[in-house]
């Protein structure tokens, strides 16, 4: 009976830590986030107008970049977290690189399924199907040496 019930615990701890890596970036450390009002390197400055968004996006994503600009204070305490890539679909870069930010979705009663993902190069991502797909709002700096 003894090596039944092991077999079970390791079993249920598997279980558990497949559910925990499943969780993905929604389970990142609070201190990946900026505190309200804080200022981050890993969090660069979009610089852009919003005049230059592509017609037909949200309100909401313009006071958003508004938001990430001024370095917060951010309605979600989800945003700025680091955002892992594991869809794939933006381009790969070490952790740390990406950090997600809520669009707020009017009527909505949770943060909703839209986000903006910024690179560390200031490259700026839009998805409003959560991570689904992504539209490129604004090209990252190119470092140049």
Do not use: C
């Given at each position: 009976?003894r090596?039944?019930?092991?077999?079970?615990?390791?079993?249920?701890v598997?279980?558990a830590?497949?559910?925990?890596?499943?969780?993905?970036?929604?389970?990142?450390?609070?201190?990946?986030?900026?505190?309200?009002?804080a200022t981050s390197?890993?969090?660069?400055?979009?610089?852009?107008?919003t005049?230059s968004l592509?017609?037909?996006?949200?309100?909401e994503?313009?006071?958003?970049?508004?938001?990430?600009?001024?370095?917060?204070?951010f309605?979600y305490s989800?945003?700025?977290v680091?955002?892992m890539?594991?869809e794939?679909?933006?381009?790969?870069?070490?952790?740390?690189?990406?950090?997600?930010?809520?669009?707020?979705?009017?009527?909505?009663?949770?943060?909703?399924?839209?986000?903006?993902?910024?690179g560390?190069?200031?490259?700026?991502?839009y998805?409003?199907?959560?991570?689904g797909?992504?539209?490129l709002?604004?090209?990252?700096?190119?470092?140049?040496?």
């Amino acid at each position: 009976m003894r090596r039944k019930q092991w077999i079970s615990l390791i079993a249920l701890v598997l279980v558990a830590l497949l559910w925990w890596w499943a969780q993905g970036d929604r389970d990142a450390p609070p201190e990946a986030a900026p505190g309200p009002g804080a200022t981050s390197s890993a969090v660069p400055s979009t610089s852009r107008p919003t005049a230059s968004l592509p017609a037909g996006l949200p309100a909401e994503v313009g006071r958003t970049l508004d938001l990430i600009d001024a370095g917060g204070p951010f309605p979600y305490s989800r945003d700025g977290v680091v955002f892992m890539n594991r869809e794939g679909l933006l381009p790969h870069h070490p952790r740390g690189y990406w950090h997600e930010y809520t669009v707020p979705t009017p009527g909505s009663d949770d943060r909703g399924a839209r986000r903006l993902v910024v690179g560390g190069a200031g490259e700026v991502y839009y998805s409003d199907d959560h991570y689904g797909s992504f539209e490129l709002l604004r090209a990252g700096k190119v470092d140049r040496e």
